[in-house]
C-alpha cells in the first residue's frame, strides 16, 4: 500500500466528519448565512497568505529541483486565490477588511510554518497536503450534490472542484508518495501524523468559520 493511501484511510473518519458539517451542508445548498461565509472568507484570506509562505519554504527545502518547482509554483497559487479573495470575493460579499486572525486559523497557519521549518521536509510535505485533498474531494462533493442554481457560493466553489485544481492535488500526492519512498518507517509514521493533525485543523477551521470563533479576550 503506498503512503497516501495509508494516509487517505488515517482520515476516513475526519473526512466523514467534515462533509457531515452543518457549514458545508449549508455551503452545498446556498444557505450558509453570509455573516458566517465572510468570517470564512476573511480568515482564508490570511491563511492563504501564510500558507503561501510555508509552501515556498517547502520549495527552498526540498531535494529534488522538480518537487522544489512545483512547490514554489503551489505557493504562486496560493497567493494568486488570496488575491482573487481579497479582490472580487471582498467587493461580491460586502468585506471592507480581512481582520483579525482567529484561533482556529491561527491556530492551523502556525502549524504550517513551524512544520515546514524545522521538521523534515516530507514531514512539511505531508502537513500541507490536506489543503490540497480534502478541498479537492470536499469541492468535489459539493459541486455534485448541489441543489440551488443560483447558490451564491457557486463560483467559490467552482476553484477547488475543477480539473486544473485536481492535476495539482494529483501532484502533491504523487510528491509525497515519492518522498515517503526514501523514508524509514518511523519517518512515514510522522508523516502520517502530521496529515492527521493538519486535517483536524481542516475541520476546526469549518467549525470555527460557522460557530464565529473568536479570541475570548
Ligand atoms: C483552510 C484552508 N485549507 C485549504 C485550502 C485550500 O488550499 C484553503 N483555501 N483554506
Ligand atoms: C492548495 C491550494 N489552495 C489554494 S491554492 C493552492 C495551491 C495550488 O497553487
New binding site residues.
Given amino acids: 500500500m503506498n503512503w497516501s493511501t495509508k494516509a487517505w484511510n488515517a482520515i476516513d473518519d475526519i473526512y466523514a466528519d467534515i462533509i457531515g458539517m452543518p457549514f458545508i451542508k449549508e455551503l452545498t445548498e446556498g444557505s450558509l448565512p453570509l455573516e458566517k461565509f465572510q468570517f470564512y472568507i476573511t480568515q482564508d484570506s490570511r491563511y492563504?497568505d501564510h500558507f503561501g509562505r510555508a509552501?515556498s519554504l517547502i520549495g527552498a527545502r526540498a531535494n529534488d529541483l522538480q518537487d522544489a518547482l512545483a512547490f514554489i509554483?503551489?505557493a504562486?497559487?496560493?497567493v494568486v486565490?488570496e488575491n482573487a479573495l481579497h479582490g472580487s470575493y471582498f467587493e461580491t460579499f460586502g468585506i471592507s477588511s480581512a481582520g483579525n486572525i482567529e484561533p482556529a486559523c491561527h491556530h492551523y497557519i502556525h502549524f504550517l510554518k513551524s512544520t515546514a521549518a524545522l521538521d523534515a521536509v516530507e514531514v512539511a510535505m505531508a502537513a500541507v497536503l490536506p489543503?490540497?485533498w480534502i478541498?479537492k474531494k470536499v469541492g468535489d462533493h459539493i459541486y455534485s450534490n448541489q441543489t440551488s442554481v443560483t447558490n451564491p457560493y457557486k463560483k467559490w466553489i467552482a476553484t477547488y472542484a475543477g480539473e486544473e485544481f485536481g492535476e495539482?492535488v494529483n501532484r502533491a500526492i504523487a510528491i509525497c508518495d515519492k518522498a515517503a519512498t526514501t523514508c524509514t518507517e518511523a519517518q512515514q509514521q510522522k508523516m502520517i501524523e502530521a496529515f492527521v493533525t493538519a486535517s483536524r485543523l481542516e475541520f476546526d477551521f469549518w467549525d470555527g468559520a460557522y460557530k464565529l470563533r473568536k479570541w475570548s479576550v
Fill in positions: 492563504l509552501l509554483r503551489f504562486e497559487g496560493a486565490v489543503c490540497f478541498y495539482l
